[in-house]
């Protein structure tokens, strides 16, 4: 599969490739082309700016010409002014147009327009310069300056200014006497008319050849002007024509080049996006077949898996089935051994017994080691965190374990340091296995010398630590080759261990598998022949002294004088519960009544004074909040303190005291915890006891009496009635369960496992409780038949062990 998926990963990636080399050969090619269209296109618009140019240029010559013509016919000075600015503009624009060509025909056309330009410029100045000639020499006065020349008195006598020095009156008698005598000289002078008009006719006939020639130099000069226009406008319109040829070679080579720019262009990106699809479709063939591949793979994966999952759970129902039903005739065959064991047997019967228990003893052990490793395996089994001494603990269990009669005469120790004195929160039950395991092994592979056990506690973080036990013995001790084997399901380290010592193989690897579910770690130190050390460290929460109330409430014992005349009243459905509290109150000398329900309870508060009343929550008819409810309401029981008991963990103490209720106490409890909430309600003064002595009873690993002994104390006659009413509550709680299972009333059957929690919480039976809490929750899973009948079958085994307890 991890081969497949890389291949698949090289494939893709070899693909992305090829298509990034590929769109990377065609940017460059685009590119160049591109490049190439760019520089074509610049050209084309320097010879369009050229054309633009020279259009401009032939229209300001136009204009030009046209001032010139209308400077001639009238000689307006604004109009020569207009004329040179035009002529300046059109030489600079000449001047720009000579910059943008290369070819030098084309220079030296625009020089030649550049100097008609000049001279154009030149003839008109001077046609200026006649006309202003002309316009300044009058006809009249030539006439009269010829005339003068001829005769004086054509003269004008001129008197203001040859008599300006004079005075007023005297430039007027003078004036006077002046014009009198012009007047007589005219008279006198008419004699020579004649001679005056041939001389007036002769002036103006050499006036009017001289105006004749100038005539003539105007007109030539208008004519050079004119030529001077027409070669202009000839130049120009071969220079235009020249560009446009140009233009147009140029557009046509450049539409050709551009045809096949785009046609190789074209062909690439063609070429480009066949070659993609190309690769794109054998890549794709290829990464289809490989995923085809992966998931028939997978499917193949699925199903092995799948396969592997039903037969884990064939096995571990086979497992289940087959450990169930050898509990029951097995524990029947441990329990019809024991009788016989007391009915006075001879040594040789005694003999066959011993072997037959021993058998016994091998197989439950068996058993159990089994349904243990199937829990484990399917995470079925819990880890409860509870507050425990490790030091007593350690001592309990290492005592316990190793047999009273001890014919190998080792020598035992148990060293704890003084900091593990204390109460701290892990899972005991769970610790004292793997104690018991490790404890055993030592002792089973021990011939001689001796087994240590220690503790100490090392501080971690605030109030967390770190529990390390050690368990050290002198036996045959363990191959360093096999150390890490050992841990395995059914592995021993050879053969002969299985002859010699016995042992299933399951011992280290459940203890393994325990120590990690308790986040810890187990090492091995171990020499062949000279013994094993097995090392476990387990996280834990260390309790403080002051803040426990197990620690405050656990050896609470009451003044007798306090209690006289105190009497209360304990509600709950369940009679083995109701059995137990009346047994635990009684035996602190208060008067206990019992009732099984709200009504019944209202009942006897009508017809008696209490002083208290414990009461169950989940009942029926009248559960516990609408008990309370009604003993509020009524103003004669109002003052009547009541306590809630009950296993609901999803109520507060909030909503309890919101509802009435005085306090609060969680099924299972231990009795100091009922005894504690009793004296702190009715304000009775309590005493401490001493602390009672290490019992030496053996462990119990399917159910523990040491709590509800706690509520009897010695007295075995309480305890069998407890045993008794649980006994017979039990099983009518089983055909209770058995009639709603063929009802399918499955909230019928939630409501009855919800009841017999608590004192099977009580009695420590950590392979039911799980099962019941399923059942209460109404887990799919717990209502399989198979479940049911598993559960029932372990019910029952109980119930036998604790009839064995009460006959004995």
Same mark, same amino acid.
Request: glycine residues 4%; charged residues 30%.
């Given at each position: 599969?991890?081969?497949?998926?890389?291949?698949?990963?090289?494939? &893709?990636?070899?693909?992305?490739?090829?298509?990034?080399?590929?769109?990377?050969?065609?940017?460059?090619?685009?590119?160049? $082309?591109?490049?190439?269209?760019?520089?074509?296109?610049?050209?084309?618009?320097?010879?369009?700016?050229?054309?633009?140019?020279?259009?401009?240029?032939? #229209?300001?010559?136009?204009? *030009?010409?046209?001032?010139?013509?209308?400077?001639?016919?009238?000689? @307006?000075?604004?109009?020569?002014?207009?004329?040179?600015?035009?002529?300046?503009?059109?030489?600079?624009?000449?001047?720009?147009?000579?910059?943008?060509?290369?070819?030098?025909?084309?220079?030296?056309?625009? @020089?030649?327009?550049?100097?008609?330009?000049?001279?154009?410029?030149?003839?008109?100045?001077?046609?200026?310069?006649?006309?202003?000639?002309?316009?300044?020499?009058?006809?009249?006065?030539?006439?009269?300056?010829?005339?003068?020349?001829?005769?004086?008195?054509?003269?004008?006598?001129?008197?203001?200014?040859?008599?300006?020095?004079?005075?007023?009156?005297?430039?007027?008698?003078?004036?006077?006497?002046?014009?009198?005598?012009?007047?007589? %000289?005219?008279?006198?002078?008419?004699?020579?008319? @004649?001679?005056?008009?041939?001389?007036?006719? #002769?002036?103006?006939?050499?006036?009017?050849?001289?105006?004749?020639?100038?005539?003539?130099?105007?007109?030539?000069?208008?004519?050079?002007?004119?030529?001077?226009?027409?070669?202009?406008?000839?130049?120009?319109?071969?220079?235009?024509?020249?560009?446009?040829?140009?233009?147009?070679?140029?557009? &046509?080579?450049?539409?050709?080049?551009?045809?096949?720019?785009?046609?190789?262009?074209?062909?690439?990106?063609?070429?480009?996006?066949?070659?993609?699809?190309?690769?794109?479709?054998?890549?794709?063939?290829?990464?289809?077949?490989?995923?085809?591949?992966?998931?028939?793979?997978?499917?193949?994966?699925?199903?092995?898996?799948?396969?592997?999952?039903?037969?884990?759970?064939?096995?571990? $129902?086979?497992?289940?089935?087959?450990?169930?039903?050898?509990?029951?005739?097995?524990?029947? !065959?441990?329990?019809?051994?024991?009788?016989?064991?007391?009915?006075?047997?001879?040594?040789?019967?005694?003999?066959?017994?011993?072997?037959?228990?021993?058998?016994?003893?091998?197989?439950?052990?068996?058993?159990?080691?089994?349904?243990?490793?199937?829990?484990?395996?399917?995470?079925?089994?819990?880890?409860?965190?509870?507050?425990?001494?490790?030091?007593?603990?350690?001592?309990? =269990?290492?005592?316990? *374990?190793?047999?009273?009669?001890?014919?190998?005469?080792?020598?035992?120790?148990?060293?704890?340091?003084?900091?593990?004195?204390?109460? &701290?929160?892990?899972?005991?039950?769970?610790?004292?296995?793997?104690?018991?395991?490790?404890?055993?092994?030592?002792?089973?592979?021990?011939?001689?010398?001796?087994?240590?056990?220690?503790?100490?506690?090392?501080?971690?973080?605030?109030?967390?630590?770190?529990?390390?036990?050690?368990?050290?013995? *002198?036996?045959?001790?363990?191959?360093?080759?096999?150390?890490?084997?050992?841990?395995?399901?059914?592995?021993?380290?050879?053969?002969?261990?299985?002859?010699?010592?016995?042992? =299933?193989?399951? %011992?280290?690897?459940?203890?393994?598998?325990? #120590?990690?579910?308790?986040?810890?770690?187990?090492?091995?130190?171990?020499?062949?022949?000279? %013994?094993?050390?097995?090392?476990?460290?387990?996280?834990?929460?260390?309790?403080?002294?002051?803040?426990?109330?197990?620690?405050?409430?656990?050896?609470?014992?009451?003044?007798?004088?306090?209690?006289?005349?105190?009497?209360?009243?304990?509600?709950?459905?369940?009679?083995?519960?109701?059995?137990?509290?009346?047994?635990?109150?009684?035996? =602190?000398?208060?008067?206990?009544?019992? +009732?099984?329900?709200?009504?019944?309870?209202?009942?006897?508060?009508?017809?008696?004074?209490?002083?208290?009343?414990? #009461?169950?929550?989940?009942?029926?008819?009248?559960?516990?909040? +609408?008990?309370?409810?009604?003993?509020?309401?009524?103003?004669?029981?109002?003052?009547?303190?009541?306590?809630?008991?009950?296993?609901?963990?999803?109520?507060?103490?909030?909503?309890? *005291?919101?509802?009435?209720?005085?306090?609060?106490?969680?099924?299972?409890?231990?009795?100091?915890?009922?005894?504690?909430?009793?004296?702190?309600?009715?304000?009775?003064?309590?005493?401490?006891?001493?602390?009672?002595?290490?019992?030496?009873?053996?462990?119990?690993?399917?159910?523990?009496?040491?709590?509800?002994?706690?509520?009897?104390?010695?007295?075995?006659?309480?305890?069998?009635?407890?045993?008794?009413?649980?006994?017979?509550?039990?099983?009518?709680? !089983?055909?209770?369960?058995?009639?709603?299972?063929?009802?399918?009333?499955?909230?019928?059957?939630?409501?009855?496992?919800?009841?017999?929690?608590?004192?099977?919480?009580?009695?420590? +039976?950590?392979?039911?409780?799980?099962?019941?809490?399923?059942?209460?929750?109404?887990?799919?899973?717990?209502?399989?038949?198979?479940?049911?009948?598993?559960?029932?079958?372990?019910?029952?085994?109980?119930?036998?062990?604790?009839?064995?307890?009460?006959?004995?």
């Amino acid at each position: 599969m991890k081969n497949s998926r890389r291949s698949i990963t090289v494939k &893709v990636i070899v693909g992305y490739l090829l298509v990034a080399a590929l769109a990377a050969a065609a940017v460059w090619f685009t590119y160049s $082309q591109v490049v190439k269209f760019s520089t074509l296109t610049q050209t084309n618009n320097l010879n369009s700016q050229q054309l633009v140019l020279v259009s401009e240029i032939a #229209t300001e010559l136009i204009e *030009t010409e046209n001032i010139g013509r209308r400077f001639i016919q009238t000689g @307006d000075t604004t109009d020569l002014n207009r004329y040179t600015d035009q002529i300046e503009n059109v030489q600079t624009s000449l001047d720009t147009l000579r910059g943008m060509y290369e070819d030098t025909t084309m220079k030296i056309e625009l @020089d030649s327009i550049s100097t008609l330009l000049s001279k154009k410029s030149e003839n008109l100045r001077e046609l200026l310069d006649l006309r202003t000639k002309d316009r300044n020499t009058s006809y009249y006065r030539e006439v009269i300056r010829e005339l003068e020349k001829v005769d004086p008195s054509f003269n004008p006598p001129n008197y203001d200014r040859r008599f300006a020095k004079l005075e007023p009156h005297q430039r007027k008698v003078i004036i006077q006497l002046l014009e009198f005598n012009n007047q007589e %000289g005219q008279r006198i002078s008419t004699v020579s008319a @004649d001679s005056l008009i041939r001389a007036v006719r #002769t002036v103006l006939s050499e006036l009017e050849r001289e105006n004749q020639q100038f005539r003539e130099v105007i007109n030539r000069k208008e004519n050079e002007l004119l030529l001077n226009d027409m070669v202009l406008n000839e130049q120009l319109r071969n220079l235009l024509r020249v560009v446009e040829n140009e233009e147009r070679e140029i557009s &046509v080579a450049r539409v050709e080049n551009s045809e096949v720019m785009l046609k190789e262009i074209s062909s690439i990106i063609i070429g480009v996006g066949a070659a993609s699809i190309l690769i794109i479709l054998i890549f794709l063939f290829l990464i289809v077949k490989d995923i085809s591949r992966s998931q028939r793979y997978r499917m193949q994966l699925e199903e092995a898996k799948s396969f592997t999952e039903e037969l884990m759970h064939r096995r571990e $129902q086979f497992i289940a089935t087959i450990t169930h039903d050898l509990r029951t005739p097995l524990t029947t !065959v441990m329990g019809y051994t024991e009788l016989m064991g007391k009915s006075g047997l001879n040594e040789k019967q005694g003999h066959y017994l011993s072997h037959l228990k021993k058998s016994s003893e091998y197989i439950l052990h068996l058993v159990n080691d089994l349904l243990d490793l199937s829990k484990l395996e399917a995470g079925k089994m819990l880890i409860e965190n509870l507050p425990f001494n490790p030091k007593n603990l350690l001592e309990d =269990t290492f005592y316990n *374990t190793i047999p009273e009669n001890d014919k190998k005469n080792l020598r035992l120790e148990v060293i704890a340091s003084p900091e593990t004195d204390c109460k &701290v929160v892990s899972d005991p039950f769970r610790i004292k296995q793997i104690l018991s395991n490790l404890i055993s092994n030592s002792y089973k592979f021990t011939e001689k010398g001796e087994i240590v056990a220690s503790i100490s506690m090392k501080k971690k973080i605030e109030d967390n630590y770190i529990l390390t036990i050690s368990i050290r013995d *002198t036996g045959i001790g363990i191959n360093e080759s096999k150390q890490e084997e050992i841990f395995e399901e059914f592995s021993q380290e050879h053969g002969e261990i299985e002859k010699k010592y016995g042992g =299933t193989g399951l %011992g280290l690897a459940i203890t393994k598998r325990i #120590t990690s579910l308790l986040q810890g770690k187990i090492e091995l130190k171990s020499k062949q022949g000279e %013994g094993s050390e097995f090392i476990i460290k387990i996280p834990v929460k260390k309790l403080p002294e002051d803040s426990s109330k197990e620690q405050k409430t656990q050896d609470v014992k009451f003044a007798k004088q306090n209690l006289k005349g105190k009497s209360i009243l304990v509600v709950d459905d369940e009679s083995s519960q109701l059995a137990l509290s009346k047994e635990l109150i009684k035996s =602190t000398g208060m008067i206990c009544h019992t +009732a099984s329900n709200g009504e019944e309870a209202l009942q006897k508060l009508e017809n008696h004074t209490y002083h208290l009343v414990l #009461t169950d929550i989940q009942m029926p008819k009248m559960d516990g909040f +609408a008990l309370v409810k009604a003993i509020k309401g009524n103003k004669e029981l109002a003052h009547i303190p009541v306590i809630a008991i009950s296993g609901q963990t999803n109520v507060t103490a909030e909503k309890y *005291t919101e509802a009435g209720f005085s306090g609060n106490i969680l099924k299972p409890y231990k009795p100091a915890t009922l005894l504690y909430k009793i004296g702190q309600i009715l304000k009775i003064e309590f005493a401490r006891k001493n602390k009672p002595s290490k019992s030496n009873s053996p462990a119990q690993t399917e159910y523990s009496l040491e709590e509800i002994s706690l509520f009897t104390g010695e007295d075995q006659v309480a305890l069998d009635t407890i045993l008794t009413a649980f006994i017979e509550s039990t099983r009518q709680n !089983v055909k209770e369960i058995e009639r709603s299972i063929d009802d399918n009333d499955q909230e019928r059957v939630a409501q009855i496992a919800h009841r017999m929690l608590p004192m099977f919480k009580q009695m420590k +039976a950590r392979d039911i409780v799980p099962k019941l809490q399923d059942l209460e929750k109404k887990e799919p899973h717990a209502f399989i038949p198979h479940q049911i009948k598993m559960l029932l079958e372990e019910i029952e085994v109980l119930l036998f062990q604790l009839q064995k307890e009460v006959k004995a």
